[in-house]
């Protein structure tokens, strides 16, 4: 038999190696020759994100994996793991519980505690470089955020954005607020809604804005939520890789944020009549505001009341993501194919119900 090989020792780690964003992350920087590590949950994991990376054409032999729980101090890892990890510079969390309808408690470990306890761990690296944390849509634009809330009003957020949103915000304040403590180098990363891969159109994620599409193809979006000027942004998770992984290399202040968009993306009443035309379906007949949908029973509008608060005419800042990319040379791919193409692989995945 050959001999093993020994992996080199990983300059950066992905945390959410398995998920939607993180497997993509972890093609962009295996394919830029970087030594890596990917945090999975289980070995069956570790084995389904390697036949996942060779079938898109990456060797998987340099990655090193660990077995990791961000619910837990200290990630979880075997002393063995964490030993393993001392050259680590970059440190990635794309880690999140991302579903709609989740309860306070099983939101939060991962999305607050989970971003804590990477936050501290990186701490613990003599060779970090910065900690990339990537927060959520329509997060992270109060440029004082506070953490810890009191408990009256760590419950009303809950209350009023669902779990998930609310946990997400309360993971980038937290993460905002205990980073310069720690004297850890710290970028926060706020996609728009991500769409699949501008050339084939993967993704594997069917949450959001799909979940329109879905409605869309399926006759079932006769009124479409929102007004003539509603915006929801999109960015292709092909360039977003591209973003994550060029962030360590070009931000050098203590602290930065990032909002990523792609600002060809049409108003939403536009980019919907586009997926209608392509897809062969009729478009909604009008448009609905959002306040009526809420008062309607959700059997009616098929509108899940958490997707409603990421319906805004609100425009974003690119600035600074605008200047890294340009400093990095990347380029938002043409969009109208992109969105052509995410919209044929959705149908394909029968929009992941199967």
């Known amino acids: 038999m050959p001999p093993t090989l020994t992996p080199p020792p990983p300059h950066a780690l992905v945390l959410g190696a398995g998920g939607f964003l993180g497997r993509w992350l972890l093609l962009e920087l295996l394919r830029r020759n970087e030594p890596v590590a990917a945090a999975v949950r289980t070995p069956e994991s570790d084995a389904d994100l390697r036949t996942w990376l060779r079938e898109h054409d990456a060797d998987p032999t340099p990655l090193t994996t660990v077995i990791a729980d961000l619910a837990r101090p200290g990630l979880g890892l075997s002393p063995e793991d964490d030993a393993r990890l001392a050259e680590v510079r970059d440190v990635h969390n794309l880690a999140a519980r991302y579903r709609f309808g989740l309860t306070r408690a099983q939101a939060e470990p991962a999305n607050v505690d989970g971003a804590l306890h990477a936050l501290h761990w990186s701490a613990t690296r003599p060779r970090l470089r910065r900690l990339v944390h990537l927060s959520g849509y329509r997060v992270g634009r109060d440029p004082h955020p506070r953490y810890p809330l009191d408990p009256g009003t760590t419950a009303a957020l809950y209350s009023r954005l669902g779990a998930y949103e609310a946990s997400k915000q309360l993971g980038d304040a937290a993460v905002r607020v205990t980073a310069p403590r720690l004297g850890v180098p710290l970028t926060t990363v706020n996609p728009s809604s991500v769409i699949g891969h501008s ?49 360590p290399a070009h931000d050098h202040a203590p602290t930065a944020a990032h909002t990523v968009l792609d600002p060809a993306t049409p108003v939403l009443p536009d980019l919907i009549a586009l997926l209608a035309t392509h897809l062969g379906v009729r478009p909604p007949r009008g448009l609905i505001p959002v306040p009526l949908v809420r008062r309607l029973p959700r059997a009616l509008t098929g509108a899940d009341p958490e997707t409603l608060t990421f319906l805004s005419e609100d425009h974003y800042d690119t600035s600074s993501a605008d200047a890294l990319s340009a400093a990095a040379g990347l380029t938002h791919p043409p969009l109208a194919p992109a969105l052509r193409h995410w919209a044929d692989r959705l149908v394909l995945d029968a929009f992941g119900d199967h």
Do not use: I, K, N, S
Not at 241 to 246: D, E, K, P, S, V
């Open 199 to 247: 050339a084939t159109g993967e993704a594997g994620q069917y949450l959001g804005l799909a979940q329109l599409v879905r409605r869309l193809h399926r006759g079932r979006l006769p009124l479409l939520p929102g007004t003539r000027r509603t915006f929801l942004p999109v960015v292709t998770v092909d360039h977003l890789a591209r973003f994550l992984a060029a962030v």
